[in-house]
């Protein structure tokens, strides 16, 4: 041992006797911890020197603490934390270093075997929430504790439904830490670049790279404060999207200085100003009015989301007319610009200024306007407002030595909400963690939430500019991976399908005993019809079976009319009405014109939603005669299908299938607006196996499209033939699975629907029974029987 350096006191003595004196611990205290375990000890000193050259002494002395402290109460914490603590160290900004580690001293202290999971949550908790929530939010995790940890990790990573609601309740208002993924996308999507959606305190703008937003939202305290965020991300995205920096002064008329090194265009282009600071504000000026016009024209669901928020999605800023002349007619455009009513300058050349450059300014037609038009409005603008610099302080409007505003204060209100910043600096990102540059590089949109229905054909032309993930992640402690390409059937969509649109659900984890929030992105398809091959074979195989299934089931049409009464249109008058009218205009003068009656046919307010499992075990062979599982499965709709449309019951048919908790495929073959036909026929008949059968969130949309179906009984009939399984992740079999889909259940009857399973699963009993109760399914040991006995069962749940 005396030959391994790492356990050689003197030099152990050298390497960690300057952390030791900025902690003020004791030598000998220190070697005797870190001798403890050999483990914790090579990795320390594999780190320790690396993270001094890295982030600095005073993160390489917080790194040596928290071990020491870790050591001192739970050896095998103090492990995890070696290896992983440099990486979390390098994800959060200097700024917040020092608040990370004294909640993870905390932490250690109270629950030690938390501190992992608090270690891997705070560096997406710290930018976005202030000491006193942190603190609370950190509490109610680590209280959670148990002896996997998995409700405190689910709960600081705002997976649970818990946790969102927790967020809520500390704090008013949205946060960035809630819609942050949304708005990552959605950026994104306009941008058509990875940006990064980073806190930028109060105010929002982007640096040309990446979009900095506030941290959180309080103008009206409800889902409003979303919409916000949602203006805020879009039009700061426009100035990218737009290509505002985008600049090719050849393509301008003017004599441009010589370049310096390392200087953009649109730096060189200012310089070309005898006063910058004004040149500067000019163009973000009249740069965001044309990026706000581009993107009203681009995204009309987003113009009116804007009108209906008002001034409120602005920063603040005061109308007053104060300053010199140049800095009255500069606050008096920006007003103006932002749609507000501004009084004009009390100096009458300001005002005149303003009026020269205002007409600059209606000069252009803004929705269409490139960044290059910007620029010559800004070289036509630019002379007026100069001219009030000349006139008051001719020897300052030059400006000082080294680009000074001179007799110009640069103004902060020409940021009309979602601003360009030339001047910002990106941020420390602190690339230290492998794994969060993998993520970081090969995150897309397979995850995006959709904007509300209004702006929903803008969002899906969004989707379609960018590129698609790159491959499978897996992060660790998530226990989740999605994965690039499953084996089987190469796509969920194949020919014949239209992509409709894409929504999450939450999903129950029995082990947390919570649901994880938007855990599930399932994206809707709508089958196209097929060839008329199918319908041929289904009336040349079952054309008797039909014909009797349809006038046995008419026979079950209600026959006894409805007869309503006091209509003032009719078939018959209505005698006891006629008697009550002519005894009231005897007793007060006035009369009553409802004087008739109409019979009505009575009707079944009934609709029904056959789901259907399209998952890859219903490719196999069902019987002697060699037909699939899925084959009998489309026969046995069509049958079902025709009976229900005999009794004049309102019906859908979908299927589903996936891949992963981000690839959820959700099949529309027949919708309950659609009329039976030979081309709902043909939609049916290109139902075909897929994948994996997540069944949980196929029931909740199900579930969802049912109550938006008006009708007093609302039925979900799953068509099954084994258990739910997703091989796309880990953890989507066996009791989570069916405790999920347990959960569904009881969720769909929670709001009116009443779901019943027939499977095919000779083997299901005690999984069914545990999953849908007693009475909520059925089993047919023979699935070729199921075209005959489908519509039997449904005739019994809706007698």
Excluded at 272 to 301: M, Q, W
Excluded at 685 to 697: H, L, Q, V
Excluded at 725 to 742: I, P, S
């Amino acid at each position: 041992m005396a030959k391994d350096p790492i356990w050689n006191l003197r030099q152990l003595a050298k390497r960690i006797q300057p952390h030791l004196q900025a902690m003020g611990q004791a030598l000998p205290d220190a070697l005797r911890l870190l001798r403890r375990d050999r483990v914790t000890l090579r990795t320390w000193a594999r780190h320790v020197r690396a993270v001094e050259t890295a982030l600095g002494t005073a993160e390489a002395t917080a790194y040596t603490a928290l071990l020491l402290m870790a050591l001192e109460a739970d050896e095998a914490v103090a492990r995890e934390l070696a290896l992983d603590l440099p990486d979390h160290l390098a994800q959060i900004p200097r700024a917040d270093r020092g608040r990370f580690q004294a909640l993870l001293q905390a932490v250690i202290v109270d629950t030690p075997a938390a501190a992992p999971a608090v270690a891997r949550a705070l560096p997406r908790l710290l930018p976005v929430m202030d000491d006193e929530s942190l603190s609370d939010f950190v509490a109610q995790g680590v209280s959670l504790h148990g002896g996997t940890g998995r409700k405190t990790e689910s709960f600081l990573s705002l997976e649970s439904q818990r946790s969102r609601e927790a967020v809520t309740q500390l704090q008013r208002g949205t946060g960035l830490l809630e819609v942050h993924r949304m708005l990552t996308h959605y950026a994104r999507a306009h941008c058509g670049a990875r940006v990064r959606i980073r806190p930028g305190q109060a105010r929002s703008f982007t640096d040309g790279h990446h979009l900095y937003l506030p941290e959180r939202v309080e103008v009206f305290g409800d889902e409003r404060d979303e919409q916000v965020y949602r203006v805020l991300t879009a039009r700061s995205a426009g100035f990218i999207e737009f290509g505002s920096l985008n600049i090719d002064l050849d393509a301008l008329d003017g004599d441009w200085p010589e370049p310096r090194p390392d200087e953009t265009s649109i730096d060189r282009f200012f310089r070309s100003f005898p006063n910058t600071a004004l040149a500067k504000d000019i163009f973000l000026l009249l740069e965001g009015a044309r990026v706000e016009a581009r993107v009203r024209a681009e995204y009309p669901g987003l113009a009116r989301q804007m009108e209906a928020l008002g001034q409120a999605w602005r920063p603040a800023t005061s109308d007053e007319a104060g300053g010199s002349p140049a800095e009255q007619a500069v606050a008096f455009l920006c007003a103006t610009v932002a749609g507000r009513k501004p009084a004009r300058p009390q100096d009458t050349s300001a005002a005149e200024a303003a009026d020269a450059a205002l007409e600059v300014l209606n000069a252009v037609k803004l929705h269409e306007a490139a960044v290059t038009d910007t620029l010559i409005a800004v070289q036509a603008a630019f002379p007026h407002l100069y001219s009030l610099l000349v006139q008051s302080e001719p020897g300052l409007a030059r400006g000082k030595p080294g680009g000074a505003p001179g007799g110009y204060r640069p103004s902060r209100s020409v940021d009309l909400g979602g601003g360009l910043e030339l001047d910002a600096t990106t941020p420390d990102t602190g690339r230290g963690d492998a794994f969060l540059e993998s993520l970081i590089q090969r995150v897309g949109l397979d995850d995006a939430t959709v904007p509300d229905g209004s702006t929903y054909a803008e969002m899906a032309d969004f989707l379609d500019r960018v590129e698609a993930p790159e491959g499978p992640l897996r992060e660790e402690g998530s226990g989740e991976e999605t994965a690039g390409q499953p084996p089987g059937q190469s796509s969920l969509t194949g020919e014949g399908t239209t992509r409709i649109g894409t929504v999450r659900y939450p999903e129950w984890d029995h082990r947390i005993g919570d649901h994880r929030a938007d855990w599930v992105q399932l994206t809707e398809y709508r089958l196209e019809p097929g060839t008329a091959e199918f319908v041929d074979e289904i009336r040349a195989t079952y054309g008797s079976l039909v014909e009797r299934l349809r006038r046995s089931f008419e026979a079950l049409r209600p026959v006894n009319p409805e007869r309503r009464r006091g209509l003032t249109d009719g078939d018959e008058l209505d005698m006891d009405r006629v008697v009550e009218a002519r005894v009231n205009r005897k007793a007060s003068g006035e009369m009553t014109d409802r004087l008739y009656a109409r019979k009505y046919p009575n009707r079944r307010d009934v609709a029904v939603a056959f789901l259907v499992d399209l998952s890859s075990s219903t490719n196999e062979v069902a019987n002697a005669e060699g037909k699939r599982i899925i084959d009998v499965e489309r026969e046995a709709l069509v049958l079902a299908a025709e009976a229900v449309d005999a009794i004049g019951d309102d019906c859908a048919i979908y299927g589903y299938s996936g891949y992963g908790r981000d690839d959820v495929a959700f099949y529309i073959a027949k919708d309950f607006q659609d009329p039976w036909n030979d081309a709902v026929r043909q939609r049916v008949g290109r139902m075909s196996w897929k994948m994996e059968n997540r069944d949980g969130a196929a029931i909740r949309h199900a579930t969802q499209k049912l109550g938006q179906w008006p009708a007093k009984v609302r039925l979900l009939i799953l068509l099954s033939d084994g258990k739910p399984l997703d091989c796309g992740c880990d953890h989507y079999t066996d009791a989570y699975a069916q405790a999920d889909t347990q959960v569904a259940l009881r969720e769909a009857r929670q709001v009116g629907v009443h779901p019943f399973c027939i499977t095919v699963d000779p083997h299901g009993r005690d999984y069914l029974r545990q999953m849908h109760g007693e009475g909520g399914y059925t089993i047919i040991d023979r699935v070729e029987l199921l075209p005959e006995r489908l519509p039997a069962v449904y005739r019994r749940l809706t007698r």
